[in-house]
């Protein structure tokens, strides 16, 4: 038979209820008091993540995220404010709930995109969409076609510049095209002398170790004068096929205006402006803004007087396209240069406009130049791809500043590229 033992009477049974809470005590005092628990085990990694987010971060997206929400609540209330003022008989009956605000969007002019952030017709497509709206749910959904069409605005705009750009690129192969079928002046040939001095086996070695991929993101030389930097990735716009950029084109020009000082007996006396001089130049609203660029030739930035140059090289930068200019103070001529046979006159009066200003700013003295010959010649060497552009005008300028006829043709480039790498490596044209 089973006795609970706190049913027993015992002859301590007479205790008072506090003598049998100090027992009880008492013997709970016996046992060991519990140590810290164990924590549980994390199966996974717990490593602490290599990069933190400062509060900084957090604070910077905070700021974020509250100017969205508050542009989100602007075009809401513009959107709101347009439909007070419209009512429901101001649409044709019978719409389509339906209706696409994309396709609508895309009709719209460019320059009225540009000047209202919400056009009237986007609005009134809307405005019919939320008056047949009855629930909270349907305002919503209009609300979100109005998100979309905004952010089709921007694409449709990326879309276009790119379409611009294709175009561009399509217009100069039709254009290589077409001055291949036409029958062009023989160029005399010369393939003797420094322009075509063939390049040793240890210059070939370096430029193709120059060229490799593992040389991209490495620099290999920096000329200190001008502060340009080329790495490997710049120099492979040398490579066949390749579109020359900025830094080629100015680190080459920089060189041929130090091989002139090198040697002055030599080579013609000559200017090389960078390929952001022109664009500074029809920076302005007009077209023609000479304030931009008359510092650019002070005594003290360049060392020298421009108006002592027989030649001012202006290279010219149409988009995808490479062209150059030449300022002929010697035969008294503003010259245009294409690769593709193109002319351009208004680029000539620019410039013409630029050196009379010129004179006046640094000289002080009136002249015309109305007697001056505006020349795009035509017989020309004329390239035969669509990616030698900026090859031929840096070869034009290297030439011209030789005091030589452009003896060379399309076939000479791999040979150009070549050794134009080399240049830049050694930092010496030759």
């Known amino acids: 038979m089973y006795i609970n033992q706190e049913q027993l009477v ?4 007479s205790r008072s209820t506090s003598g049998k809470r100090s027992s009880i005590s008492s013997r709970i005092d016996r046992y060991p008091k519990p140590t810290q628990s164990i924590k549980r085990e994390v199966h996974g990694p717990c490593r602490n993540p290599k990069f933190r987010r400062s ?19 602007q075009a809401k209330n513009l959107v709101l404010d347009t439909f007070r003022h419209l009512k429901k008989d101001d649409f044709k009956a019978g719409s389509s709930p339906k209706e696409d605000v994309i396709s609508e969007a895309s009709s719209l002019e460019e320059d009225s995109l540009q000047r209202n952030p919400v056009s009237t017709s986007a609005a009134k497509s809307l405005h019919g969409r939320y008056a047949r709206c009855t629930d909270n749910r349907s305002r919503g959904l209009a609300f979100s076609d109005l998100s979309m069409e905004l952010s089709v605005r921007s694409y449709r705009k990326r879309y276009e510049s790119a379409e611009r750009q294709k175009l561009e690129v399509h217009y100069l192969t039709s254009e290589v095209r077409k001055r291949l079928t036409i029958a ?20 070939e070695s370096e430029v193709s170790i120059a060229f490799a991929n593992f040389n991209k993101q490495n620099m290999l030389v920096m000329h200190q004068n001008s502060n340009i930097e080329i790495t490997g990735e ?13 830094e080629v084109i100015n680190v080459y020009f920089e060189l041929l205006k130090e091989r002139e000082q090198r040697e002055p007996k030599k080579f013609l006396k000559c200017h090389f402006f960078n390929t952001f001089f022109y664009g500074k130049l029809i920076s302005a609203s007009d077209g023609y803004d000479f304030k931009a660029v008359r510092r650019w030739t002070t005594q003290k930035k360049i060392g020298y007087q421009l108006l002592e140059c027989d030649k001012i090289f202006v ?9 150059l200019a030449v300022i002929n103070k010697k035969d008294q001529k503003f010259q245009y240069f294409d690769s593709l046979g193109g002319m351009d006159y208004k680029i000539l009066k620019v410039l013409a406009r630029y050196y009379m200003d010129e004179v006046k700013d640094k000289s002080g003295e009136d002249i015309k130049t109305t007697s001056w010959t505006l020349e795009c010649p035509s017989d020309i060497p004329l390239q035969e791809n669509g990616s030698d552009c900026g090859m031929f005008m840096i070869k034009y300028a290297d030439f011209f500043s030789r005091g030589l006829d452009l003896c060379f043709t399309q076939k000479d480039m791999p040979y150009f590229r070549k050794r134009t790498a080399k240049e830049i490596l050694s930092l010496i044209a030759e």
């Open 55 to 73: 509060q900084e971060t957090f604070l910077q997206e905070d700021q974020y995220r509250m100017m969205l929400i508050h542009r989100c609540e």
């Open 10 to 13: 015992t002859p301590d049974s």
């Open 234 to 246: 710049i120099l492979q716009r040398l490579k066949p096929g390749a579109w020359l950029n900025d």
């Open 184 to 203: 062009k002046k023989p160029i005399k040939k010369q393939e003797e002398g420094e322009p075509f001095a063939p390049l040793t086996e240890v210059e």
């Open 315 to 323: 290279p010219i930068h149409k988009s995808a396209h490479w062209c």
